[in-house]
C-alpha cells in the first residue's frame, strides 16, 4: 500500500488494488468464457444481495484456473479431512481478486484441500463482489484499462499499483456470517471453536485484515494474510498472532513492513516470510520460485504454536 496510508486502509473503507500487474490479466489478452461449474458443496450464507447489480454470476477461465464475478449470492463451501484425521483447527479461506473476482481454485479450492489433507477443517469463503460489465469483452477491456494506467504512471511519477477505495460492508457481513455458521454447526463438522483462524489472498488478505480489525463477533484465533497489503494498522486489544507471506518482487511490498511492525509493536506473536521471489498471485506456488514452500512453513508454524493439538477426550 502507500506510504501515504496508514493503516492499510481498512476501517470501513478499504483501499486495495483492483488488479495485479499487466502480465497477469493476459500476456496475449486470452480471458475464455467458462459454463458456471456445479458447487454442490456451497451453503448459501443468506446475507443479500448487491446494490446497482444487474448482471448475473458469471465464470471465465484464465491460465487454466476458473474465476467467478459478479457473486451476489455469499456461500461457504466445507472441505474436510478424511475420517479420523481431523483435529480440530480450522480455517476460513478467503480468495482474491480485487473484489471485482474471485481466484476461486488458485486461492481457494486447492489452499482448502491442502489445508484438509494436513487434518485442518477448512471452508472457502464465497463473498459478494463490487459490479463488473456484464459482458465479458467489456470486463477484459475494463481490467486492461486498468493495468495499463498501473502500467504507465504519470511523468516523473513512481510506478505504484492502481489503487481504489472500497467499502466492504458486505464483505464483513459475509465472513461474521461464515464465522457464525462454523460455529453453529461446530460439533457436525468437528471444529474447536477456540481454534479458527482466517486466511486470505491478495484481497482476501485485505478482507482478513478487515475482519480482524472491524469485526465485533469474529473470535479469530490466528490470521494469515497472504500477499497482502503491508501498510501500519492499529493493532486491537486481543489481536490474535499473525503468520504473514509476501516476495520481494511483488509491487505490494514496495520495501514496506509496516503491518510487521505494528504487530509487533503490540507485543502479539507475528511471523513473517519475505521471499525472494514468487511475484503476486502465486496461490499454493509456481514453478521456480521461492516462495512455494510458504504452505510448509505456515503449517508447521501452526503445530509449534499448538493450534494442531487436538483437545484431549478425557
Known amino acids: ?62 491460465w487454466g484456473d476458473p474465476m467467478a464475478r459478479n457473486i451476489t449470492v455469499a456461500t461457504l463451501t466445507p472441505f474436510l479431512p478424511e475420517p479420523g484425521k481431523a ?12 473484489f471485482r473476482w474471485l481466484s476461486l481454485k488458485n486461492e481457494g479450492w486447492e489452499v482448502a484441500e491442502a489445508l484438509a489433507a494436513q487434518g485442518i477443517t477448512a471452508f472457502v469463503l464465497k463473498y459478494r463482489l463490487h459490479p463488473t460489465p456484464e459482458s465479458l469483452d467489456d470486463f477484459r477491456n475494463s481490467m486492461n484499462r486498468t493495468s495499463d494506467a498501473a502500467a504507465n504512471p504519470a511523468q516523473n511519477e513512481e510506478p505504484r499499483p492502481r489503487l481504489v477505495q472500497r467499502d466492504l460492508s458486505d464483505q464483513l457481513e459475509d465472513a461474521e456470517a461464515a464465522y457464525a455458521m462454523i460455529v453453529e454447526r461446530a460439533e457436525e463438522w468437528g471444529v474447536d471453536t477456540d481454534r479458527i483462524g482466517m486466511i486470505g489472498f491478495s484481497a482476501g488478505a485485505g478482507l482478513t485484515m478487515h475482519c480482524t480489525l472491524n469485526s465485533k463477533s469474529m473470535k479469530l484465533a490466528f490470521i494469515g494474510p497472504i500477499y497482502g497489503g503491508m501498510g501500519s494498522v492499529v493493532v486491537p486489544k486481543n489481536a490474535p498472532p499473525m503468520f504473514n507471506v509476501i516476495a520481494s518482487d ?65
Open 87 to 98: 483435529n480440530g483447527a480450522t480455517v476460513i479461506v478467503a480468495p482474491g481478486g480485487g
Open 250 to 314: 511483488d509491487f505490494l511490498f514496495r520495501g514496506q513492513f509496516g503491518i510487521i511492525d505494528s504487530w509487533y509493536k503490540a507485543g502479539v506473536p507475528v511471523e513473517f516470510h519475505l521471499y525472494q521471489n514468487g511475484g503476486h498471485g502465486f496461490g499454493l506456488g509456481n514453478p521456480n520460485r521461492t516462495s512455494n514452500r510458504w504452505f510448509d512453513a505456515f503449517i508447521h508454524w501452526l503445530d509449534v504454536n499448538s493450534f494442531l493439538e487436538a483437545k484431549s477426550s478425557e
Open 1 to 62: 500500500m502507500l506510504n501515504t496510508l496508514r493503516s492499510l486502509g481498512i476501517s470501513s473503507i478499504l483501499v486495495f488494488l483492483i488488479f495485479c500487474t499487466k502480465s497477469t490479466i493476459a500476456q496475449d489478452g486470452t480471458i475464455y468464457p467458462l459454463a458456471t461449474p456445479d458447487e454442490p458443496n456451497a451453503i448459501p450464507l443468506g446475507t443479500g444481495g448487491v446494490d446497482d447489480q444487474p448482471a448475473l454470476e458469471s465464470w471465465f477461465k484464465q
